[in-house]
């Protein structure tokens, strides 16, 4: 276990208040999007209108057990590796993980709730390539051999669009976040000719797309009574829709080298969708007219798609049918599901019958490889294994906290199972509350 080189391909990071301030000044730091901490502590950010009051959506990280399903509603309810980059680097540390890619929160995991739901989408352009810059120039900079850069895109402008592929992969950024289903945003399907030039930047710039569950297709829920936990189980598997859908996409058999990451996808189920495409092919083609230049659905998808894991045992012991190439790891960080700091120790248990070769592959190497990530640039291997880092985070407090924060259930109500309308309810409190906040605040300046 010491000596593992692991690599995460999806963390998440909670935007700190100066977000904005090293790369904007006068009327367009102004206009950025706004951090607020209200009268009795709670954080919220604005832009051109919108609240955005669940900036640090279920980063719960380092809480008790019991806390994990209450929303943090402030800075100071999270640990500080959740927004500061030097405190990130020591979470990482006491759970041996040697390099991290982190999805944004305020505007969603690709910018849509924030930046492509803004009116003013010439502000927005220049605030996205400001928050692009800070990711870069200032989380990934602390250090840029153990942060691994991902940027966000105008997609509401294709020319903004293929312009800042260009701007990131010139500023070493190699992935890009991007919704898995654009209608849900107003824009045309993947399918449409639209997208045509954003494929050819990806390939030409070599960056690889990443689609996060639930950046587009709403994971499915059977109802606001289904308890919470039913949710949970189904929301990695939630991505096939998404998987299937781009599956189909002309442009992969124009663009052999166009690379497609499934975040925190797992893979235990990839080996059946394989098949299940490949049967469907098999028996439909003559009418549906689909069309894999004389290859099976699941070599396409197996040449295309990177699948990730937190924790799938059966996925791994199916390494040879999920395509032993095609696995990345990854470890949620500061999600409820992130195994933080016990990474290694839950990982391990599931390698047991994998060659070394196979663990280098999907602890670090598939990852490095597809993010075009030089881990070792700056470090030797020996200083980057669980061991080695471990030793250098003596001093990192891991016992579980308690900070509180919005609860699923009402003060005093008898504990009972949580229902996927009660995080719905809280989420919509926090909403409430921010926008009340805000429209006082501007009647009082009114």
Same mark, same amino acid.
């Given at each position: ?56 959506? +279920? ?136 997208? +045509? ?7 030409? +710039? ?86 894999? +230049? ?153």
């Amino acid at each position: 276990m010491n000596d593992l080189v692991l690599v995460s391909v999806d963390d998440h990071l909670v935007e700190p208040p100066d977000l904005f301030k090293g790369h904007l000044s006068g009327a367009d730091l102004e206009s950025a999007p706004q951090f607020h901490t209200t009268a009795t502590g709670t954080n919220h950010w604005t832009y051109q209108g919108k609240t955005m009051a669940n900036a640090g959506l +279920n980063a719960v990280v380092g809480r008790v057990p019991e806390e994990y399903g209450m929303e943090p509603t402030s800075l100071a309810q999270m640990r500080k590796g959740c927004w500061d980059a030097k405190a990130r680097l020591d979470d990482m540390n006491i759970s041996g993980v040697a390099a991290s890619m982190n999805f944004g929160s305020i505007g969603g995991f690709d910018g849509s709730v924030c930046f492509h739901a803004a009116p003013d989408k010439a502000l927005a352009l220049k605030h996205l390539r400001a928050y692009n810059d800070w990711h870069i120039h200032e989380w990934c900079a602390t250090d840029p051999s153990r942060f691994i850069p991902l940027g966000i895109l105008p997609t509401w402008d294709m020319d903004a669009t293929v312009a800042e592929l260009k701007r990131l992969a010139d500023l070493g950024c190699h992935a890009i976040s991007i919704t898995e289903n654009p209608t849900k945003i107003g824009l045309p399907s993947i399918h449409d000719e639209y997208w +045509n030039p954003m494929w050819k930047a990806l390939v030409d +710039n070599e960056i690889t797309s990443c689609l996060h569950i639930g950046s587009g297709n709403p994971t499915p829920i059977a109802s606001m009574d289904t308890p919470i936990e039913a949710w949970i189980t189904t929301m990695p598997m939630s991505i096939a829709v998404g998987a299937s859908d781009w599956l189909q996409l002309e442009a992969l058999l124009k663009y052999p080298e166009l690379r497609v990451f499934l975040s925190e996808s797992g893979i235990g189920w990839v080996p059946y969708f394989m098949e299940r495409a490949d049967f469907a092919h098999s028996r439909h083609t003559a009418w549906t007219h689909s069309n894999y +230049n004389g290859m099976k659905p699941s070599e396409v998808f197996k040449r295309h798609f990177m699948t990730c894991f937190i924790d799938d045992a059966f996925g791994l012991k199916s390494l040879e049918d999920v395509g032993e190439d095609m696995v990345a790891f990854e470890t949620d960080y500061p999600h409820s599901d992130a195994l933080w700091p016990d990474v290694p120790e839950h990982l391990v248990k599931s390698l047991t019958g994998l060659s070394d070769a196979q663990i280098d592959k999907v602890t670090h190497l598939n990852a490095c490889r597809w993010l075009r990530h030089d881990l070792f640039k700056t470090y030797k291997r020996e200083e980057l294994t669980v061991g080695a880092l471990r030793a250098r985070a003596t001093d990192v407090d891991t016992t579980p906290i308690s900070t509180g924060g919005n609860k699923p259930l009402a003060e005093g109500e008898a504990p009972r199972r949580i229902t996927s309308g009660d995080i719905m309810k809280m989420m919509q409190r926090q909403t409430d509350d921010a926008e009340a906040v805000e429209a006082d605040k501007a009647a009082a300046e009114a």
